[in-house]
Each structure stands twice: as C-alpha cells, then as structure tokens.
C-alpha cells in the first residue's frame, strides 16, 4: 500500500505539482483517523455489550428476587387471612358461649326462684 502511494505521489506531483502531493497527505491521515476511529468504535462496542450482558443478567436476578418476595408476600397473606377467619370463628364462639351463659344464668335464677318459692 505504501508503495502504491508512493507511486500515485510521484505521477500527480509530475501532473499537478506540490497541492497534489499535499491533498494525498491529507487523504492518507484521514485514512489512518478512520482507522482509529474504527479501532475505538469497535472497543466501545465490546464494552457496550459487556455492560448490556451485565445490566441484563442483573435485571434477571432482580425479577427472580421480586418474584421470590411476591410468592412469599402471598403466603403469608393467605396466612393472614386464616388467622383472621380463625380469630373471627373464635369471637363467634366466644360470643355464643357468652350469650349461652347469660341464658343459663337466667334459667339458674328462675329455678332458684322457684326453688325458694316451694
């Protein structure tokens, strides 16, 4: 490649003179930009997608943690609720039995009543 340049400088200086000679310099640096600039895309891009990987594996195990916690979250809500029914039928209970009593207490006090009586 170089030689070919070398050539191609030797006919258009013969041609065109020195501004030839001075436009292939400016060609050839701007090849070796684009090169670098080629090289830089190409490590960016590598970077890029390590970090795109990285962000991805991370979002993964976050939605597998929310998925854990979730599923935890509604067992012991679905625990909650039995203890709540469990409460809820033991107040009920409690408040017959109480009502139970009180009725009994008031036969009690009948037949003591008519006990005394006799």
Do not use: H, M
């Not at 065109?16 to 830089?40: C, F, H, M, Y």
């Not at 029914?85 to 008031?106: A, H, P, V």
């Amino acid at each position: 490649w170089e030689e070919t340049c070398d050539a191609v400088d030797k006919v258009l200086l013969q041609f065109q003179g020195p501004k030839a000679q001075d436009d292939t310099a400016i060609l050839k640096e701007n090849k070796k930009i684009i090169s670098s600039l080629e090289d830089n895309i190409d490590v960016i891009r590598t970077k890029s997608n390590r970090l795109k990987e990285e962000i991805q594996r991370r979002i993964q195990e976050c939605a597998e943690q929310l998925n854990n916690k979730t599923d935890s979250i509604r067992a012991k809500q679905q625990r909650v609720e039995e203890l709540q029914n469990e409460i809820d039928s033991i107040r009920s209970s409690t408040q017959k039995s109480t009502e139970k009593e009180k009725e009994l207490k008031i036969k009690i006090d009948q037949y003591r009543d008519q006990a005394s009586q006799e």
